[in-house]
């Protein structure tokens, strides 16, 4: 069953995934902060996606580059020129919309992207008497360019030459040390470089829980590759993506689909563009992108830098600009369609439970383990130092019925439960109950962590 997006914020705060951000001052707007579960989850998810994209490639390696870059850096790029929203106001009340959203949400026929001009979108408005969801009126402003870039200063003037931009996306950090990992890592075309970090957006409209918000984490990937074989390399990142995301995270093909852009609503640095989209509470949107960036960025950033990011070819002594493929997903967006896709309120003979049926790898906690009483819990606490020296990640629960921690670590996703009892003192074992099928096997002690071990690899 699809659960809303009140239902799922409720579970998340409940149990300590996700929190308001500011919250003892009455919040800041589309801004969260996550939890112990949540920054458990998250660091699952940035690990599984370097595992597969990184670790488990071999001409790919990884990078952190810095938040705040020369501005020139922007100016190449077109992030300075290009990179704005449509925004619109109402005149009557004063809200501010993005113009293209206003016509996605109000006519869902007609389709508009990137190219589209703003005297089209405004002549869409128009006619189809396009209101303001605030206060119903239908008396617009014109649309004019509202720029993404978060400004930032350096220095102790607050001037144009002090200017700087907090990065909007971790791809053009990439693109500037090009040269540098490739000569010190010494990779041939065709390699990659992926990075996870922050990024910043001054969203006209952000919303919709954590799926849009101005501060989010990217998970990004540019491989360099030969122009004519681009269109191959392209087909190899989209089957690496559809494997990562229905058989690494297992996310449900009935959850997902693909979406091709036409070629006249590419960016203006794309040659083909795919997008793998999810369906959210609030219906199917964006959730990975994969993207022919074509030689746009390496160019740009000659022409400005003057610096020579042209690729020697070792076996043809043919120099070129290498083509770039980008598979880009954000952290918290993934998260979300996690959630949505692994949580249910699961009804049982006599009662419900929550259950959070992720994959072992994505689990906060892969064990948890239980006293039956507090009387037992100094001969249980060695059963969790066991399992914590064998680096799986547990947690220790004493508090209430061994009915209720049950039902709480469903709730949070934990594979398996160890209950140690009083038959546990004398014969040394211990209960095993597994969170989808809530079956339950004793296990000796002895055995606990290859088991474990085992399961996981299943």
Known sequence: MKHTQEQLVNYLKNYGFVFQSSEIYNGLANAWDY??????????????????????????????????????????????????????????????????????????????????????????????????PVCGSADWTDIRKFNLMFKTFQGVTEDSAA????????????????????????????????????????????????FRTREFEQMELEYFCVPNESDKDFETWLKRIENFLFNIIKLSKDNIKMYEHPKDDLSHYSKRTVDFEFNFPHGFGELWGIANRTDFDLRSHMNESKANLMYLDPKTNEKYIPYVIEPSVGVERLFYAIISNFYEVEQLENDSREVLRLPFDLAPYKVAVLPLTNKLNEQTKEVFDKLLNASISTTFDTSGSIGKRYRRQDAIGTPICVTFDFDSLEKQDVTIRHRDSMKQERIKISDLVKYIQEYASK
């Open 35 to 132: 939890g112990p579960l949540g920054v458990l989850l998250k660091n699952n998810i940035k690990s599984l996606w370097w595992r597969e994209f990184v670790t488990k490639q071999s001409n790919v390696v990884g990078l952190d580059s810095s938040i705040i870059l020369n501005p020139r850096v922007w100016k190449a790029s077109g992030h300075l020129s290009n990179f704005s929203d449509p925004l619109i106001d109402c005149k009557k009340c004063k809200a501010r919309f993005r113009a293209d959203k206003l016509i996605s949400e109000q006519c869902p026929d007609i389709t508009v992207g990137d190219n589209t001009s703003f005297e089209e979108l405004m002549n869409i408005i128009k006619n189809n008497n396009v209101k303001c």
């Open 163 to 210: 200017t700087l931009y907090l990065r909007p996306e971790t791809a053009q950090g990439i693109f500037i040390n090009f040269t540098n990992v490739q000569r010190t890592a010494r990779m041939k075309i065709p390699f990659g470089i992926g990075q996870i970090g922050k990024a910043f957006r001054n969203e006209i409209t952000p919303g919709n829980f954590i």
